[in-house]
């Protein structure tokens, strides 16, 4: 892509973990020029948090931190502060996850920072918004937001999510609002300040699940693999492993009872509409499985999509990384490290134009751009060199 779409934005990035480095990877991916500060000697937390590692450095950082340059910073000294303040001043954006309150006693919380910078877009990310003091990770919102309350089988305990969601989707909703606030400070010259709470994220996508509750007083279930509104919508055995299949309309259930030689079914009263299979769905799962019990996952998947039944397997993270189609769509980034060598990592599942996003250059090593970025601000000259001598030696790879 000849231009990216954020280009010539810059983000001073002061998160780590998982839901603010999350979302300055989305804008990384889309250009900006993101600066992770990190803490001089140890960095972002998540460098540690394995195994597994590549090398010395954990594959969870590196998962979340390609297209981004790292500066090494001491907060707790007024004069790496300073070179933070200065960061800030040249900032379109900027991103922080520390706890409510950290930043405004770093001198770095949005009201300074806006009035130093009044076009500044300034996001912060934490568990429960900027009003609460309770430190906020995943696994704990998953709890709070009522998620796992919804996830899980109905006879079994609360489950969260597989993959860490309050991170990811507090991460999403942070890009995003940082993008609508860069379209509307194109129109109007002002800046922003964005307050993004994991549990708001997650509250914000119970959707159909909020919905019922409204409607009924009652809290939903969990449902395991099922649908609570949709039938038949999930998994199902097979000969030998299992399928999901997602029967959105009759017509669709009609296809399905065709393909598995059982057309009389899509008439039966018990099934006939998708109330009527939603009401019955103990019955309907034992006349499905009775018959999907006898053919193989790959036969049953090919007579479906032949006949246009939503239907899929369930893959392990082997077979989807390695899927050919997958990497077709350029969704698998390579990037090389100079210490740790190659590295793969998913990218942004944009395609704009035809292109999609790239690995420019591999996430960095703590306080491998310090002197770059100090050099772009005209921070390094014999004055400033002075007072950041030492730990930029410290940090240097």
């Avoid at 899980?152 to 990811?168: E, F, L």
């Avoid at 009389?264 to 939603?278: C, G, I, M, P």
């Amino acid at each position: 892509m000849a231009t990216l779409p954020l280009e010539g934005i810059r983000v001073v990035d002061f998160t780590q973990a998982l839901s603010g480095p999350y979302c300055t990877l989305l804008l990384a991916d889309f250009g900006a020029d993101v600066i992770k500060v990190e803490r001089a000697g140890s960095g972002d937390d998540s460098r540690q948090w394995g195994p597994p590692f590549v090398g010395d450095t954990a594959a969870y950082f590196l998962s979340v931190n390609r297209n981004k340059r790292s500066v090494a910073l001491d907060l707790k000294t007024e004069h790496d502060r300073q070179i933070a303040v200065q960061l800030v001043e040249s900032a379109d954006v900027v991103v922080e996850n520390w706890r409510p309150g950290t930043a405004d006693r770093l001198g770095l919380g949005p009201d300074a920072m806006r009035t130093l910078n009044p076009r500044l877009v300034y996001c912060s990310i934490s568990g429960f918004g900027n009003q609460s003091q309770r430190p906020g990770y995943d696994q704990v919102v998953q709890g709070t937001s009522g998620w796992m309350s919804v996830t899980g089988t109905r006879d079994g305990t609360p489950t969260k999510s597989g993959i860490p969601i309050a991170d990811i989707a507090s991460g999403m909703f942070a890009a995003h609002s940082i993008l609508a606030s860069l379209v509307r400070r194109h129109r109007t010259s002002e800046g922003a300040y964005i307050d993004i709470a994991m549990q708001d994220a997650l509250v914000s996508m119970l959707t159909y699940q909020a919905g019922s509750y409204f409607a009924t007083g009652q809290p939903p279930q969990r449902n395991g693999n099922q649908h609570a509104t949709l039938a038949p919508y999930g998994t199902f055995d097979t000969a030998d492993g299992q399928v999901n299949i997602s029967v959105g309309n009759d017509r669709q259930w009609e296809q399905l009872c065709h393909v598995i030689a059982v057309p009389e079914l899509a008439y039966d009263a018990r099934f006939k509409t998708n109330s009527d299979r939603v009401t019955n769905s103990v019955e309907l799962r034992a006349e499905l499985e009775s018959r999907l019990t006898l053919e193989k996952t790959r036969n049953l998947l090919d007579a479906f999509h032949s006949a246009g039944v939503p239907a899929g397997a369930i893959r392990d993270l082997g077979e989807v990384l390695t899927d050919p189609d997958l990497a077709a769509r350029g969704i698998i980034l390579n990037s090389t490290h100079p210490r740790l060598g190659e590295l793969k990592s998913p990218g942004s599942p944009w395609h704009i134009d035809g292109e999609s996003s790239t690995a420019r250059f591999a996430p960095p090593d703590l306080g491998q751009h310090t002197d770059e970025v100090l050099e772009e601000l005209n921070l390094l000259n014999l004055h400033a060199r002075k007072g950041v001598e030492s730990h930029l030696e410290r940090d240097r790879v």
